[in-house]
């Protein structure tokens, strides 16, 4: 459920951040990000209570709008002719995330496992905390605007407008507020099924094979190396092909090689992703980027705070 709501905290937050980055500049928006974030590691430190960890989820979903920001940068830099090497290298930096972040979080579990008291509750965060106010100092320190004033929207409202469409229940299905439509569904659709898929593979390596903290991230491990690999390459046509074999062999887990095929295919189905968002943002003007990847982001947030919830409800029913 705190997975859930973060995500639906992220899928009101997102698009807002992208339309103020077109108003605003990349920069300025991707700093207040990282400091909200910042402060809910903070919070998540001091919590000594379930409430205060709550709020600090509340701060912390708010406050996620790095990707489509990052997304909105390289594409200020690179021309559409180049433009897709610039989102490889975006999947690559995501995938060097998704590699290095579970690995270190299992050392951490295990470093601490016979510990008590402050620090066995708290490590996690403190590595987090440190983590991200390094990212703000980099941003404020090296990190040059990539959108300039002269290419900036003129009009606020407009922008508004738009991410209101985003969030409203009567426009969000119809999908009214970005050209490429058709696109935007099959994101929707691919993400709600895959953070399913993602959610729950935990789950079920703990509860069929009785995977530890440690071999759960050696798993994510072989996932991040597999998504370097991949996403580096951007043009798998037959990917969506992959994921569709992946959901099967999920189904049919009874031995633990059926996981490991799992998740090679599901990493395999992951850069359509990119190839939607290299779209999405050959689609728009300049000064409609951070718009458009914003609430293109949202929806993927919003897809990640319904699906997990139905697959744990169906993981639940088996």
């Known amino acids: ?44 430190l001091q919590a000594s209570s379930f409430w205060v960890f709550f709020a600090s989820r509340i701060v912390g979903g708010l406050s996620k709008a790095t990707m489509p920001l990052a997304i909105a940068i390289v594409s200020d830099i690179y021309p559409p002719e180049t433009r897709g090497y610039g989102m490889a290298f975006i999947g690559i930096a995501f995938s060097l995330g998704f590699l290095v972040g579970p690995s270190v979080g299992a050392y951490i579990a295990y470093s601490i496992r016979n510990s008590s008291g402050f620090w066995s509750l708290t ?9 991200t106010v390094a990212q703000f ?33 009567k426009a969000l299905f119809r999908f009214q507020a970005l050209a490429k439509r058709e696109g ?3 994101y929707f659709l691919y993400l709600f099924a895959y953070s399913g898929l993602e959610f729950t593979m935990t789950f079920l390596t703990h509860q069929r094979f009785g995977f530890n903290s440690v071999q759960q991230g050696k798993m994510f491990l072989f996932i991040g190396l597999l998504m370097i690999l991949i996403q580096g390459t951007v043009a798998w046509a037959r990917s969506i092909l ?14 633990i090689v059926v996981p490991c095929l799992t998740t090679e295919l599901s990493s395999q189905g992951k850069v359509l992703s990119v190839i939607i968002v290299i779209n999405v943002v050959l689609s ?13 982001r949202g ?17 639940m029913q088996r």
């Open 1 to 44: 459920m705190l997975g859930s709501l973060f995500c639906t905290l992220q899928f009101l937050s997102t698009p807002w951040f992208g339309a103020m980055s077109d108003f605003q500049g990349r920069k300025q928006m991707l700093l207040l990000s990282v400091a909200g974030s910042s402060l809910s590691y903070a919070l998540w």
């Open 137 to 169: 100092c980099w941003i404020h320190w090296f990190l040059p605007e990539t959108l300039p004033k002269s290419a900036r929207a003129k009009k606020q409202k407009p922008l508004t407008s738009q991410v209101y469409d985003s969030v409203s229940p």
């Open 184 to 186: 935007s569904k099959v």
């Open 242 to 255: 992959h994921f569709y074999a992946a959901i099967t062999f999920y189904s049919l887990a009874s031995g």
């Open 123 to 131: 490590a996690p965060a403190c590595f987090s905390l440190v983590v």
């Open 299 to 315: 929806l993927g947030a919003l897809s990640r705070a319904v699906g997990p919830i139905c697959a744990s409800a169906g993981n």
């Open 284 to 296: 728009v003007d300049a000064n409609e980027k951070g718009t458009a990847l914003g609430i293109f």
